[in-house]
C-alpha cells in the first residue's frame, strides 16, 4: 500500500479564496482524522470519521471549515473563505477501528498552506 | 480532559551519546501512548506504542520507552543516538477502547545531534 496520500503537498493561496485539501486513506482503514500543526498550537485534531461518517468535529476552529468524506477512500477537507491564520501544515491520517496492537494511525505526508 | 506535557523543547545531545525524551500524560483511564518521529517536510512515523503488558516496549530505530503508571510517565530513550535521528518527537495518548484514536498530542521535542 503506498500510505496516507494528500494533495497537495504545498498550496499557497490568496486570502478570501477557497481552499480544498484532499485526502486517500490506506485501503481497509475505518478511521480518517485531520489534523492541523501550527507553531503556535502544535498537532490539533480537527475531525475524524469512522466508516465515512463524521464522528467529532469539535476541534473544527469555526464554520470557514468544513470536511467530507463521500466514500472509504476520499476525503477533503475545504477552507472558505481562507485568511492568512489558517496558514499550517495539514495532516490526514487513517486507522483500523478497534482496540488490539494493530491500532495505530497512519499519516501522510502533509499539505503546507499558505494563506497571503 | 487527555493532555500530553513535553517539557523539554530542544534537546542537543552528542552523536554517539544517551538520549533520553521526557512525556508525562494526564488521562482518565487505561491510555494508549505513542511515539511519533516527524523529519523535516515529512509526516509522522510511528516509533513505538504501549497498550498493556510488558510496560518496556521496543521500536523501530533501536528506541524504546517505559510506561511508569505512578510517574505518569512514557519517556523515550535511546543508548547511542545516530545523526540521523536529529527530528521532531512527539508523544500522544489516545483512548484505549476503540484503539488509537483520536489522539492528543504533546508540543514535540526538537532533537538536534551534534556530530
Known amino acids: 500500500d503506498a500510505g496516507v496520500i494528500q494533495s497537495p503537498r504545498h498550496e499557497v493561496t490568496e486570502m478570501g479564496q477557497e481552499v480544498t485539501l484532499r485526502c486517500k486513506p490506506i485501503s481497509g482503514h475505518d478511521y480518517l482524522f485531520w489534523y492541523r500543526q501550527t507553531m503556535m498550537r502544535g498537532l490539533e485534531l480537527l475531525i475524524y470519521f469512522n466508516n465515512n461518517v463524521p464522528i467529532d468535529d469539535s476541534g473544527m476552529p469555526e464554520d470557514r471549515f468544513s470536511a467530507k468524506m463521500p466514500n472509504a477512500s476520499f476525503s477533503t477537507l475545504k477552507i472558505q473563505p481562507s485568511e492568512p491564520r489558517d496558514s499550517a501544515v495539514y495532516f490526514c491520517?487513517?486507522?483500523?477501528?478497534?482496540?488490539?496492537?494493530?491500532?495505530?494511525?497512519?499519516f501522510g505526508q502533509g499539505t503546507r498552506l499558505t494563506v497571503v | 480532559a487527555q493532555s500530553v506535557t513535553q517539557p523539554d523543547i530542544h534537546i542537543t545531545v552528542s552523536e554517539g551519546a544517551s538520549l533520553e525524551l521526557r512525556c508525562n500524560y494526564s488521562y482518565g483511564a487505561t491510555p494508549y501512548l505513542f511515539w511519533y518521529v516527524q523529519s523535516p517536510g515529512q509526516g509522522l512515523q510511528l516509533l513505538l506504542k504501549?497498550?498493556?503488558?510488558?510496560?518496556l516496549v521496543q521500536g523501530i530505530k533501536g528506541f524504546e520507552a517505559e510506561f511508569k503508571r505512578s510517574q505518569s510517565s512514557f519517556n523515550l530513550r535511546k543508548p547511542s543516538v545516530h545523526w540521523s535521528d536529529a527530528a521532531e518527537y512527539f508523544c500522544?495518548?489516545?483512548?484505549?477502547?476503540?484503539?488509537?484514536?483520536?489522539?492528543?498530542f504533546g508540543t514535540g521535542t526538537q532533537l538536534k545531534v551534534e556530530l
Open positions: 504501549y497498550f498493556s503488558g510488558d510496560t
Open positions: 500522544a495518548v489516545g483512548p484505549f477502547t476503540g484503539g488509537g484514536n483520536k489522539l492528543t
Open positions: 491520517a487513517s486507522s483500523l477501528v478497534g482496540a488490539g496492537s494493530n491500532t495505530e494511525a497512519f
